[in-house]
């Protein structure tokens, strides 16, 4: 709760702050217009002064009510209090002692602020360039630099407190009306050792600005591709006040003999009033803006839909009101106020939803706005869910919405991570498949970002994106991507369902084929060899029955042993078809011959196994052949068990042994597994597996049965 309340009152503060900078504004601009006659022909500047303290205002409390610890929100919203301030106390000085004197107090000291409100503001801008934009400085050696400044600042307004100036302001309105006094406070003269320290004062807090200016480069090339754009405008302006501020110097050189070049001298100042007061703050918001730097741009997007409509509904009351108030010689009369309220909810809702799409451009760009980007991609995935269609949109809706160079949605199948869908599409090109690591770990190398796609704990697939060099991922990015991986799972785990159905239709026909081939090749070299000698050894017989009884006779001992041998074979062959065992006793009883049968002591457990739909018992008495055939080509093993049992609706199955094992999390199922696997889910089942090297492997399934019989 102190958290909350802390940050709460950083809030409050920071928009304190600016409500003071237009409330001075305001004042300021009503003494404007009283001191009218002396003022007309000065609005220039002070119509600059009121944008860059509302720049300087608004940006600042953003920054602050949003991040009160990081010093740069309210380092901009002070030099935009300190600005706001300048103009005031000026316009106060012009009308206390010009347009009406001793109509208001402590004019003389109102006015002098300014002697030391604008060393300070500029001082200030040294702070910004240096701390810009973490608050922190780059190294423990910056520190020095962040030290002198302090003291240069605070030398800068204690001097020009102490030291007898005469005051002037942004205008000099004051001394061109020949109203000239020295600062209240002043105590020194300009000429002795505080005129020095001034002009030291001045001397150092430059160098530490060009230094201040210095850092953000230093920083730059240490820094990430993000760092880098957000450090940029913010460079580009220092770079312009260095130049600008060099030239005025040639200048000031070069106008102290030839007095025709003035108008370059009042171009020179402007453009470093100009660069310098509006850049800074201007460049601020381009970070904050387009790279999203604070995630302030759904602060400002409310911002400008507010102001856009404060703007607007404002206009239209001062022209229904007082507008045709003067022309009817009414104004403020009860029915133009209702007309005025009445067009105002009228248009409230056309005006906010186009003030909405104008935030939405400022803050995205071309791009649609994250909410637009997740609703349509909500509609795209109402009614379909083919890799056709769906993740090819999916991958186009995540390119657009990003900014990225290229989207790409990948599909978990088995224990591969395949390229699905690409935006833009890459005919041909597309990547081959990446093995998942161990714990499900996802690694997709030459991709940008990767945000992995889950459902319900289980790894689906992934979305990765690859953004343009001069665009680096962002933290809004990120979110973006998130919320779209987490509507993302459950349609990637029923386009996996689509595929996974696909890939096992395939094996069945494949093992079909294989089966058929199987058998046709064991009635060809086994049953159709005996029969075709047993054709020839009748035909044999029968020729020595009339020549050699006694041979003919031991033939026909042969052919009936040669008869038991083919009967037997057809019998083997039929048990791998479907055994006759397991159709008359059952479970227990086939796996039991089976056992027996094994290279290797087997050992069948069966607790409360009865008969079960031959579906079932097919399934599990297949599982546990391939399972025994897998321990005997790979495990080594000296002994195995099957265990059975039904519980809960379910027959259930184990097969165990003490071979050597392995580490399922990093050996590709084998043929054997996949067939064991496409049985049990067949049926609803599922096949679990535990091994480790050197320990055995125990192969677990289950299926649920609905109906026991006998």
């Not at 991040?67 to 002070?78: F, H």
């Not at 980007?373 to 379909?384: T, W």
């Not at 395939?506 to 049953?527: F, T, Y």
Request: glycine letters at 10%; a positive charge; charged letters at 15%.
């Amino acid at each position: 709760m102190p958290n909350d309340a802390t940050a709460r009152s950083a809030r409050l503060a920071a928009w304190a702050f600016s409500v003071l900078v237009a409330t001075l504004d305001v004042a300021t601009i009503a003494l404007f217009v009283l001191n009218a006659r002396v003022t007309k022909g000065d609005i220039g500047p002070y119509v600059v002064l009121w944008i860059m303290t509302a720049v300087y205002g608004s940006i600042g409390a953003l920054i602050a009510s949003r991040l009160p610890r990081n010093p740069i929100g309210w380092l901009l919203s002070s030099i935009g209090l300190g600005m706001a301030l300048v103009g005031f106390a000026e316009q106060y000085g012009v009308r206390g002692l010009i347009t009406a004197p001793g109509s208001l107090p402590a004019v003389r000291a109102v006015a002098s602020m300014q002697n030391w409100l604008l060393p300070a503001a500029f001082a200030s801008l040294i702070f910004v360039f240096l701390l810009f934009p973490s608050g922190r400085v780059p190294s423990p050696r910056w520190r020095i630099l962040l030290w002198v400044a302090i003291g240069v600042t605070t030398a800068a307004i204690v001097g020009n407190l102490l030291v007898r100036l005469t005051v002037s302001g942004i205008t000099n309105l004051l001394h061109d009306h020949h109203v000239d006094f020295p600062n209240p406070t002043g105590i020194a003269s300009t000429h002795g050792p505080m005129g020095t320290v001034l002009g030291a004062t001045g001397a150092t807090g430059l160098a530490c600005g060009a230094l201040a200016i210095v850092s953000l480069f230093a920083r730059r090339r240490r820094a990430t591709s993000e760092e880098r754009q957000q450090l940029a405008w913010l460079g580009y302006v220092g770079i312009a006040t260095v130049v600008l501020f060099v030239a005025s110097v040639v200048y000031g050189i070069a106008a102290a003999s030839n007095s025709g070049w003035n108008w370059l001298g009042n171009l020179l100042f402007t453009a470093i009033i100009l660069v310098t007061l509006l850049g800074i703050p201007l460049a601020c918001g381009v970070a904050i803006l387009r790279y999203r730097l604070y995630d302030l741009d759904i602060v400002v997007k409310k911002t400008v839909i507010l102001g856009v409509l404060v703007v607007l509904f404002t206009a239209v009351y001062v022209a229904v009101v007082v507008g045709m108030g003067a022309l009817v010689g009414k104004r403020g009369n009860g029915p133009l106020t209702f007309v005025a309220a009445a067009l105002v909810a009228l248009a409230f809702q056309p005006v906010r939803a186009r003030a909405r799409r104008l935030a939405d451009r400022l803050v995205y760009g071309k791009r649609a706005s994250p909410y637009e980007i997740l609703a349509e991609f909500s509609e795209r995935v109402a009614g379909a869910y083919s890799t056709e269609d769906v993740l090819p949109q999916m991958a186009r809706i995540l390119a657009e919405g990003t900014g990225a160079a290229r989207a790409r949605v990948w599909l978990r199948i088995g224990d591969e991570m395949r390229p699905e869908a690409s935006w833009p599409a890459q005919n041909g090109t597309n990547p081959l498949p990446v093995p998942i690591g161990p714990a499900q770990a996802v690694s997709l190398p030459d991709e940008g970002y990767v945000c992995p796609v889950r459902h319900q704990g289980e790894l689906l697939g992934a979305l990765s994106v690859t953004m343009p060099p001069a665009e680096p991922i962002t933290p809004s990015h990120e979110k973006l991507i998130l919320d779209l991986a987490g509507q993302a799972g459950l349609v990637l785990r029923n386009v996996r369902l689509i595929e996974e159905l696909r890939a096992s239709r395939q094996r069945i026909v494949a093992a079909q084929d294989e089966e058929r081939r199987r058998l046709e090749r064991n009635i060809h070299d086994g049953a159709q060899q005996q029969l075709v000698a047993l054709s020839v050894k009748l035909r044999l017989a029968t020729t020595l029955g009339q020549k050699d009884p006694a041979k003919a006779q031991e033939l026909f001992d042969q052919l009936q042993a040669d008869a038991q041998d083919a009967l037997a074979d057809l019998r083997n062959l039929a048990h791998g078809i479907y055994p006759p065992l397991l159709s008359d006793q059952g479970l227990v009883a086939a796996l039991s011959a089976q056992a027996r049968r094994a290279p290797f002591p087997v050992e069948v457990e069966a607790n409360g196994i009865g008969r079960y739909p031959k579906e079932a018992e097919a399934a599990v008495y297949f599982c546990c052949l391939e399972a025994m055939q897998n321990v005997g080509k790979y495990a080594e093993a000296t002994r195995a068990a099957i265990s059975l049992s039904a519980q809960d609706g379910e027959l259930r199955f184990s097969v165990r042994d003490d071979g050597r094992g392995f580490d399922p999390a990093t050996t590709k199922p084998g043929a054997g597994l996949v067939n064991m696997t496409d049985r049990l889910e067949a049926l609803g089942g599922r096949i679990e597996i535990a091994s480790k090297p050197g320990q055995g492997t125990t192969i677990s399934g289950r299926i649920p049965v609905d109906t026991l019989t006998g």
